[in-house]
């Protein structure tokens, strides 16, 4: 299984991937769930260690990110579609850029499903579409509420909706609702 989280620039997206991460290592540790394995596809300087970062030192995470920060090259998209494409972990995520081009086309044609994560619900359609041309199960469509005092989860299947409040840098969302929810989710999947 090899889960993109995707949507428009801007939504949280790498706060929702440390949050999950968060949310599912606990469930690995005992047992229940494999190691969450997560691809970071989006050259914006925010990998994996980023959000740790933030909160030992803003400062430093910051000046490491700018040192990180890349153009999106065809190149590094080729690199990213291979790593997703030999990736044969359980239970990958992959964190992509907020741009529905070739270049994630690229990366995401080796993926088997999807999250959908948008600040601005009427771009939801979009992705939706762009998924689906690449057959994409997608199994979650988040709105993020920055603004929102708390999560919301309407549906849970056949996918799950909500909405995931504040997913602001340096804040721990792995126990809110709708992230432990997409943990869930994505735990039973690998268990198929």
């Given at each position: 299984?090899?889960?993109?989280?995707?949507?428009?620039?801007?939504?949280?997206?790498?706060?929702?991937?440390?949050?999950?991460?968060?949310?599912?290592?606990?469930?690995h540790r005992a047992?229940?769930?494999?190691?969450?394995?997560?691809?970071?596809?989006?050259?914006?300087?925010?990998?994996?260690?980023?959000?740790?970062?933030?909160?030992?030192?803003?400062?430093?995470?910051?000046?490491?990110?700018?040192?990180?920060?890349?153009?999106?090259?065809?190149?590094?998209?080729?690199?990213?579609?291979?790593?997703?494409?030999?990736?044969?972990?359980?239970?990958?995520?992959?964190?992509?850029?907020?741009?529905?081009?070739?270049?994630?086309?690229?990366?995401?044609?080796?993926?088997?499903?999807?999250?959908?994560?948008?600040?601005?619900?009427?771009?939801?359609?979009?992705?939706?579409?762009?998924?689906?041309?690449?057959?994409?199960?997608?199994?979650?469509?988040i709105h993020s509420?920055?603004?929102?005092?708390?999560?919301?989860?309407?549906?849970?299947?056949?996918?799950?909706?909500?909405?995931?409040?504040?997913?602001?840098?340096?804040?721990?969302?792995?126990?809110?609702?709708?992230?432990?929810?997409?943990?869930?989710?994505?735990?039973?999947?690998?268990?198929?």
């Amino acid at each position: 299984m090899k889960t993109v989280l995707c949507g428009p620039p801007h939504s949280g997206k790498s706060c929702l991937r440390e949050g999950l991460k968060q949310a599912i290592l606990p469930f690995h540790r005992a047992g229940i769930a494999p190691y969450p394995y997560f691809i970071t596809a989006c050259p914006d300087g925010e990998g994996a260690w980023y959000a740790e970062a933030v909160r030992n030192n803003p400062d430093l995470a910051d000046k490491l990110k700018q040192e990180y920060k890349a153009k999106f090259t065809w190149a590094f998209a080729e690199n990213k579609a291979l790593d997703v494409k030999n990736v044969s972990l359980p239970l990958t995520v992959i964190d992509v850029g907020g741009k529905i081009d070739d270049k994630n086309e690229l990366i995401m044609q080796y993926a088997t499903h999807a999250v959908i994560l948008a600040g601005e619900m009427s771009k939801v359609a979009e992705w939706e579409v762009f998924c689906q041309k690449l057959n994409l199960s997608i199994i979650a469509i988040i709105h993020s509420d920055y603004e929102g005092k708390c999560d919301r989860i309407e549906t849970e299947t056949p996918i799950l909706r909500g909405s995931v409040h504040y997913l602001e840098r340096g804040e721990d969302v792995s126990t809110r609702p709708i992230v432990q929810a997409l943990a869930r989710v994505l735990i039973d999947m690998c268990g198929k």
